[in-house]
């Protein structure tokens, strides 16, 4: 009887298939000006019965260092192409993988509360307007939004005269979140971040010539499991780019 029911348990192990391995959710790093977008992209792949994507917001320098390092992440979404060419010059880019997902805009912001207002054409008056500072930014030694900051503001001849009252932050949240408490009287972020916040208003939108195209290359991971490049598909399908365009973002 004990071999009978040994014969059968070896036969049920070979006819019955194994239950399938749940499916192992992507880890993304991504610039931190696409939370809102990302998440709302996340939630709805989720709801189409995918595991949800691991979402790690970060300046695009910090995260692109962290990639490099070999931090076990799937997918990395930069807010400028100099970050991507970084991590691609050390290998860590899959190849054919790499696309633009989205792109933005640059804006001055104050507090809600504040009357300022500015014709940002006007080089002098925009000098004369934040010269005073504090003008809270990324810092332009390695963050996008930084860089494009600085750019717009030497384009229009402003950056010297403002230079002094600049405050760096670590990415574009964290400057946007320095004006809206009060710890700075202006703040350059994307038109992206001052739609997202709740106690800041746009003084002035920079022109598009005045910096460096910005946009939001995305590319998979060496190594990424097979379920980012599901995730990447999908953001950059009509549907995913959907999500995006709905928080601003521009094609």
Not at 21 to 41: F, G, K, T
Request: hydrophobic share 55%.
């Amino acid at each position: 009887m004990v071999r009978l029911i040994a014969m059968l348990l070896a036969w049920l192990a070979l006819t019955v298939p194994a239950a399938a391995a749940p499916e192992q959710p992507p880890l993304v790093l991504a610039a931190a000006s696409l939370q809102e977008a990302l998440n709302d992209a996340a939630d709805a792949w989720a709801a189409k019965r995918h595991a949800r994507p691991v979402l790690s917001f970060a300046a695009s320098s910090a995260l692109a260092r962290q990639a490099a390092s070999g931090a076990a992440a799937d997918l990395f979404v930069s807010a400028d192409e100099e970050w991507m060419d970084w991590l691609a010059k050390r290998g860590r880019i899959a190849p054919g993988s790499r696309a633009r997902l989205a792109g933005n805009q640059l804006v001055l912001i104050v507090a809600k509360g504040s009357d300022a207002r500015l014709d940002v054409m006007q080089g002098g008056a925009l000098a004369a307007l934040i010269g005073g500072g504090p003008l809270a930014i990324a810092d332009p030694a390695g963050v996008p939004a930084g860089r494009y900051a600085q750019q717009a503001l030497e384009a229009l001849g402003a950056w010297r005269a403002v230079e002094r009252g600049v405050v760096r932050a670590e990415n574009v949240r964290a400057a946007l979140a320095l004006v809206e408490r009060g710890a700075a009287r202006f703040g350059i972020v994307y038109a992206t971040d001052a739609r997202a916040a709740r106690a800041a208003r746009v003084v002035a939108r920079f022109p598009e010539a005045s910096h460096t195209p910005i946009t939001y290359p995305i590319a998979r991971l060496k190594g990424a499991r097979a379920s980012a490049e599901s995730f990447r598909r999908y953001l950059l399908s009509p549907e995913g780019q959907a999500f995006f365009r709905r928080r601003g973002f521009t094609g």
